[in-house]
C-alpha cells in the first residue's frame, strides 16, 4: 500500500446523468467490502461481462461506485477464517465479485472466505487468471455434460462461439481429453488458430441459414457447449444425436430461445444449463482441481496477452466491439 495507506483501484462509478465511467482511483483499506479473507492480488482477467460492466454497456452492476474486476489471484494478507492463513495462494471468482461488491481490479480485494478457494497443484497464479470466470465455464459444462453420459466414444462435440474466450478454451479442453471437436465461428480469419487449438473441423456462421432451421435435422453432435444462444442453440438442439447433451453458457447472440420439444423427446437430447456466477463450492473444487490436471488446455500461454493495471482502462472497447480474441490477463502486482 501507498505511504498513506491507499491503493490503487479501477472504480466503475455513475454520474448525476446515469453514465456509467470507471477510472484507475485509490481506496483505503477501509473502503473495501466486508469478508474473512484480505488478498493482494497478483492478477485479474477481463470477461464480456467487466466490458459490460466498466463501459455501462450492459445493466450488470447492482450497486455504485463498484471496483471492477469479477476474478482474481493472489496472496492471502489476512484472514479471519481458520480454512486460509497468511501466504496461502488463492483464486476467487464471480458471486458478487466486480458487480456488487468490490473486485479483483484492485491490489488489495476484501472478499467473504465462502468465495475463496485454494490454488490447486498445477497451476500458477498467472494460469488462474488465463483461465478465469471462461475457463471454470467452460470447464463446468464439460464436467456436466460428462455426468449426464458424454464421453469421447459417442461422437463429435460443437462448441459455438468458438473464437471467444470460453469458446476456445472448450475447444482445446475437449480437444485433450480425446474428443473431436468441431467449432462455429462467424469469423473466417480465426480458422487456422482454432485449428491449432484442436478444432478438427471449422463450420461458418454465414454460411447456414439459421432461420430457416426445422424441428429436427439430420444428427451430427453427441454433445455441444453452445456461447450464444437465440437460433444457433435452435439449430444445435435440432442436430443432435439420439441421447446428445447441450451445455448452455452464454448469451452472446440472443438470450431468446424458440425452439421444439421435439429433439427433447424423439432424441432424448439434454439441455443444462450452466451458471459459473453461483455454482456451488463444491462443482466449482471439482471444475478448478480439473482445471489444474486433465483439463488443463495444452495451447494456454499462447491464447493469453498479458497487460499492465495502467492499460485496463484502454482495454474494454475490444471486447464491447467484437475485436478480443482470446484471453486478457491484467497484471494487477507490479
Known sequence: MGESGSFKVLLIEQDEARKVHASLTSLSPAQLDAGEVLIRVHFSSINYKDALAATGAGKVIRRFPCVGGIDLSGEVVESADPRFKTGDAVIATSYDIGVAHHGGYAEYARVPADWVIPLPSGLDLLEAMALGTAGLTAALGIVRMEDNGLAPGNGPVLVTGASGGVGGLAIDMLARLGYEVAALTGKPEEADSLRRIGAADILLRGEIDFDKVRPLEVSRWAGAVDNVGGTILHWVLATMRQDGVVASIGNAADFKLATTVFPFILRGVSLLGIDSGYASMSMRQKAWTRLASDLKPRCLKEFVRVIGFD????????????????????????
Do not use: C, K, N, Q
Open 311 to 334: 492499460d485496463l482502462p484502454g482495454a474494454f472497447a475490444a471486447f464491447i466491439e467484437g475485436r478480443a480474441r482470446g484471453r486478457t490477463v491484467v497484471r494487477i502486482l507490479d
